[in-house]
């Protein structure tokens, strides 16, 4: 490989180039570094990315002329980017991302990522984040790598040959971790409804945060469960330890845990760690309803913002602002229903932080649909799960209408009485 300083590989970067930054907890801070310090002689410069965690200085609007933001998922580095330069968003579904790179349709002139130091091979690997960071390093006409011997080396599609990396510097920096923490009754609760409805040998699909955590550490008397999801964390592990999770009755990659990156502890990293156990392979496959549903009862749960009373979704905005992005929820709630046995879960808590009800007469103005409520089927708050599949919208608005919190029943009642005028039993 050709080292050269932080400095000098960004050197290459010019205005108006279009830069992508690797994913999540891949995300290479020297070379970002680096790039800010460029900032005074560098205009229009696009970047493009999915989540990353540690700073995102170049989101600021102190360089509004230096860098322009292209977020394919906004994390909690973008949304603090105060108007009025707040960081473009592009939606698309996670499994579609990476064509926008590999047709052209995003251009790429540079792409900053992290990798492992190479094997005896030759072979680096992207780690812990494959997603849509394997086709930006495909279609990218220069690759600058920060080689770190903290990123784990990962089995599936994120090898990367020292010769398609253009320009490397030497790191020797610890990832960033999110540590699992201590559950809620809430989320405990919310966890014990979703595990009722996992059957033996189902496939699952989940994310990171609480809830997730929470359906997880339900799951303890369950069998023969497998993994094929868009991301994990830690409490895959002690399942897998346990037993529980062996991907036996699997029918794509059985005995494998398919995933596309991960987050989480350096018991995490250490897990996935030459684990051929794991794969971690493109987001255009990992999330293709075509391969999804061809596992046995996939069982999908994801997280939502509000739900209005027949069961459309929103769970990437706060009405006009944007908190995150549709990303892979409508792959896999889609995946799910088409599999045979499968579900497909939307779980939250009832009320927010400041008491506002999470089932609402109607979405805030502006707020986008990611599921729509001709494909929503499960619902899960504390207060128990519904399935809204094949209700009319009078039968929704009953159902969700039973597992709101008990003080906004009453009112979510009155405005469902407004709309249909009666409200049927289910």
């Given at each position: 490989m050709k080292w050269v300083s932080a400095e000098d590989a960004i050197s290459v970067?010019?205005?108006?180039?279009?830069?992508?930054?690797?994913?999540?907890?891949?995300?290479?801070?020297e070379l970002i570094a680096a790039l800010m310090q460029?900032?005074?002689?560098?205009?229009?410069?696009?970047?493009?990315?999915i989540h990353t965690e540690g700073p995102a200085p170049y989101a600021s609007r102190d360089y509004a002329e230096s860098f322009h933001t292209n977020a394919l998922f906004v994390g909690s580095n973008l949304r603090a980017a105060a108007a009025p330069h707040e960081p473009d968003y592009i939606p698309v579904f996670l499994s579609e991302a990476p064509a926008l790179f590999r047709n052209g349709i995003l251009p790429l002139d540079v792409a900053l990522i992290q990798v492992s130091p190479p094997d005896q091979h030759g072979f680096c690997s992207l780690?812990?984040?494959?997603?849509?960071?394997?086709?930006?390093?495909?279609?990218?006409?220069?690759?600058?790598?920060?080689?770190?011997?903290?990123?784990?080396?990962?089995?599936?599609?994120?090898?990367?040959?020292?010769?398609?990396?253009?320009?490397?510097?030497?790191?020797?920096?610890?990832?960033?971790?999110?540590?699992?923490?201590?559950?809620?009754?809430?989320?405990?609760?919310?966890?014990?409804?979703?595990?009722?409805?996992?059957?033996?040998?189902?496939?699952?699909?989940?994310?990171?945060?609480?809830?997730?955590?929470?359906?997880?550490?339900?799951?303890?008397?369950?069998?023969?469960l497998?993994?094929?999801?868009?991301?994990?964390?830690?409490?895959?592990i002690d399942l897998v330890e346990r037993g529980v999770i062996t991907g036996e009755q699997k029918r794509v990659h059985p005995g494998k845990i398919v995933a596309t990156f991960v987050m989480g502890s350096r018991r995490l990293y250490d897990f996935v760690d030459d684990n051929p156990q794991v794969a971690l392979l493109d987001v255009a496959y990992v999330n293709d309803t075509a391969v999804i549903r061809r596992n046995p009862q996939v069982t999908a749960i994801n997280s939502a913002i509000e739900i209005d009373l027949?069961?459309?979704?929103?769970?990437?905005?706060?009405?006009?602002?944007?908190?995150?992005?549709?990303?892979?929820?409508?792959?896999?709630?889609?995946?799910?229903?088409?599999?045979?046995?499968?579900?497909?879960?939307?779980a939250l808590p009832s009320v927010t932080r400041?008491?506002?009800?999470?089932?609402?007469?109607?979405?805030?103005?502006?707020?986008?649909?990611?599921?729509?409520?001709?494909?929503?089927?499960?619902v899960v708050t504390e207060y128990g799960a519904v399935n809204l599949y094949g209700k009319n919208l009078r039968q929704r608005a009953r159902a969700l209408i039973d597992i709101a919190h008990p003080q906004h029943r009453a009112m979510l009642e009155r405005a469902a009485f407004e709309r249909f005028k009666t409200i049927d039993r289910y």
């Open positions: 970067i010019k205005s108006g180039d279009h830069v992508f930054i690797h994913s999540i907890a891949a995300a290479p801070q460029r900032a005074d002689e560098l205009r229009g410069v696009e970047i493009f990315h780690g812990v984040s494959v997603d849509l960071s394997r086709a930006a390093v495909q279609s990218a006409r220069y690759v600058i790598a920060q080689v770190n011997p903290q990123m784990p080396r990962t089995h599936g599609d994120g090898l990367i040959h020292v010769r398609e990396i253009d320009a490397a510097v030497a790191v020797d920096l610890l990832l960033p971790e999110t540590p699992p923490h201590e559950l809620t009754d809430i989320e405990q609760a919310i966890g014990r409804h979703c595990a009722a409805l996992i059957d033996d040998g189902a496939t699952l699909q989940m994310g990171i945060g609480a809830i997730p955590d929470a359906v997880l550490a339900a799951l303890g008397s369950h069998q023969r497998g993994i094929h999801t868009e991301m994990f964390s830690d409490g895959v027949t069961g459309q979704v929103c769970a990437d905005s706060i009405g006009t602002r944007q908190y995150s992005g549709v990303g892979g929820q409508m792959d896999f709630i889609r995946g799910a229903s088409l599999s045979q046995g499968g579900k497909p879960i939307i400041r008491g506002e009800s999470r089932l609402v007469a109607m979405l805030k103005p502006g707020a986008g649909v990611v599921t729509t409520r001709a494909h929503v089927h499960y």
